[in-house]
């Protein structure tokens, strides 16, 4: 009652009776590759005798998953231990319980049994073997569990114990009884020397924390003006969702500096960071194309302070130079650290910019080039197009919900569901296919979309497949976003087609409108009375 049920009360209502965003995933990713392993509860290669076993005899780095969460060593003592346990039970034909000792057998034996049963549940068993994924959607909150792998530290520590309590009755009236307990605890004493040096846990001297050095020392700043930090390049890690890391040195120095000074940071590091809100900050960032919905958050109209890395920035300049554009330079520090005054009113002027170069352009440019196609009368295009298609699903769309139009397409995404196929015009080799998600729904980024390229026999020439989340290269303000792809035909009588699946959800659907496919580099512009269009973004007449 105490250590369960009291507790389970509590987090109920702290989780539940507080209110808050509630659009959080319902199923965290990690569970299914932060979870143990047998190698890593077993051996280590931080140990000399499992180094040399590694090279010798079994690869255990060739089955090992490149996390922390995974390792729980247990040592060789308790390992052995639990041998010698094993074989005295099967020589008493599996009677009387794995343990017998004269006091405590009932708690020894049950706590054994549950710190056993942790062991395999952290072992992600079994959802993590094939076909078994599925499972995961019954159990609740189970799901909420990423780190499988913690719940081995208590078969780590109930082994260690129960091992030594069992040698203890077992050689306690041996003659010989020192003869196995000293080289045991020496066994033990090494191990623990090894993994207490294996890794180097010396701080770092940060100058950042100097004095001299501090954000605060800085001349001609006052902090006070602003209201928040923002980043470049920016990074997003929590929502699981999307996953923007990051580079350079802009993680630390913006934490460093919100430390010191107070400001928060628009940028996050967290876990569990609502859907909503990593929306409302990815628009703040990416191309500009509405005006960020974020802002109406902001407490007041004082402007950010925007720190830039100047080396990782010009690695991807095409991707942020917009959001220096007006920006106001406060301080420059070598190549890795910039510090700008963004007012907040930049962020709807660039989007109003951008409108008005697609309707300057649409009715001023006397090069554009109408599109020699019956069935695209009225699109212009920076020069001769051999051909592009468009898919709006406003006619054979199956759901009343879109992003434009009165139409999409609700997609199942499992792996043998085809969302697209065409045959792709002659005369071009690089294309680009985009499409417009709706990612205001748990997890539909993390889906995986497939373009593939077929002979006119159906033989695959080429399959691309990557996540979605990783093309969204424009926010929408009502939760839709407009993913870009880039691919190279490897031959003119091409048919192609597009696959959107992922494990665990190959009954669920991702709702997708206004695919183009075109090809790359162009420039395709459309009016309608409400709209103009260009390469798929549309933007209001009124």
């Known amino acids: 009652g105490l250590q369960i049920i009291l507790p389970l009360l509590f987090f109920i209502y702290w989780i539940y009776g507080q209110g808050g965003p509630d659009d959080r995933t319902g199923q965290p990713w990690g569970f299914f590759h932060f979870h143990s392993f047998p190698e890593g509860i077993f051996s280590s290669t931080e140990q000399p005798h499992w180094r040399w076993f590694g090279r010798q005899v079994f690869d255990l780095e060739r089955t090992a998953i490149d996390n922390f969460e995974g390792r729980s060593y247990i040592g060789i003592v308790a390992f052995l231990g639990l041998l010698g346990m094993l074989v005295a039970w099967a020589g008493r034909r599996f009677k009387g319980g794995l343990l017998l000792l004269p006091a405590g057998q009932f708690f020894a034996q049950n706590i054994l049994l549950a710190s056993g049963l942790l062991l395999i549940a952290s072992l992600g068993i079994p959802f993590v073997w094939s076909g078994w994924e599925w499972l995961l959607d019954y159990t609740g909150p189970l799901r909420q569990f990423r780190s499988m ?86 990074y997003n890690i929590g929502s699981d969702q999307f996953w923007w890391e990051g580079e350079g040195y802009i993680l630390q120095n913006s934490l460093t500096l919100s430390v010191q000074t107070g400001l928060p940071v628009t940028s996050a590091m967290l876990t569990r960071t609502s859907r909503s809100q990593t929306l409302k900050q990815l628009q703040l960032v990416t191309e500009p194309y509405r005006s960020p919905v974020i802002i109406e958050d902001f407490p007041d109209d004082r402007p950010l302070l925007m720190m830039v890395d100047e080396r990782e920035y010009k690695k991807e300049e095409e991707k942020y130079a917009h959001l220096l554009d007006g920006a106001r330079l406060l301080y420059l520090e070598g190549e890795r650290l910039r510090l700008y005054e963004h007012p907040l009113t930049l962020f709807s002027r660039r989007a109003s910019e951008q409108a008005n170069r ?26 001769s197009l051999v051909g592009f298609r468009r898919w709006s699903f406003d006619q054979n769309g199956n759901t009343g919900v879109s992003y434009f139009g009165s139409g999409s397409r609700r997609h199942t995404m499992h792996p043998d569901s085809v969302l697209l196929q065409w045959e792709s015009p002659a005369g071009e ?114």
């Not at 307990?181 to 701080?203: C, H, R, S, V, Y």
Request: charged share 25%; aromatic share 18%; hydrophobic share 40%.
């Open 149 to 234: 792998g913690r719940f081995a530290w208590l078969f780590y520590y109930v082994i260690n114990i129960l091992v030594w309590v069992w040698l203890y009755h077992v050689l306690k009236n041996k003659n010989y009884r020192w003869a196995i307990w000293i080289p045991a605890m020496l066994l033990l004493w090494f191990e623990g020397i090894n993994q207490a040096w294996a890794k180097n846990t010396d701080l770092d001297t940060i100058s950042r924390f100097e004095e001299g050095h501090r954000f605060t020392d800085l001349n001609g700043i006052d902090y006070d003006d602003y209201q928040a930090l923002l980043t470049v390049p920016y």
């Open 429 to 542: 080799v690089d294309w680009v296919f985009s499409a417009w998600f709706l990612i205001d729904e748990d997890r539909r980024t993390r889906s995986t979309l497939e373009l593939i390229e077929r002979a006119p026999d159906g033989t695959v020439r080429q399959r691309q497949a990557s996540p979605i989340r990783q093309h969204i290269q424009v926010f929408d303000d009502r939760g839709w976003g407009l993913g870009i792809w880039t691919v190279t035909s490897m031959a003119a009588d091409s048919r192609w087609e597009v696959r959107i699946h992922q494990t665990g959800m190959y009954r669920e659907t991702i709702l997708v409108d206004e695919c183009l496919w075109m090809p790359a580099g162009r420039n395709l512009y459309f009016r309608t009375s409400s709209y103009y269009w260009w390469n798929n973004r549309f933007y209001p007449t009124d």
């Open 358 to 383: 697609v309707t300057r352009t649409f009715e001023r440019d006397s090069t554009l080039v109408p599109v020699d196609t019956v069935q695209w009368r009225g699109y212009l295009a920076d020069s």
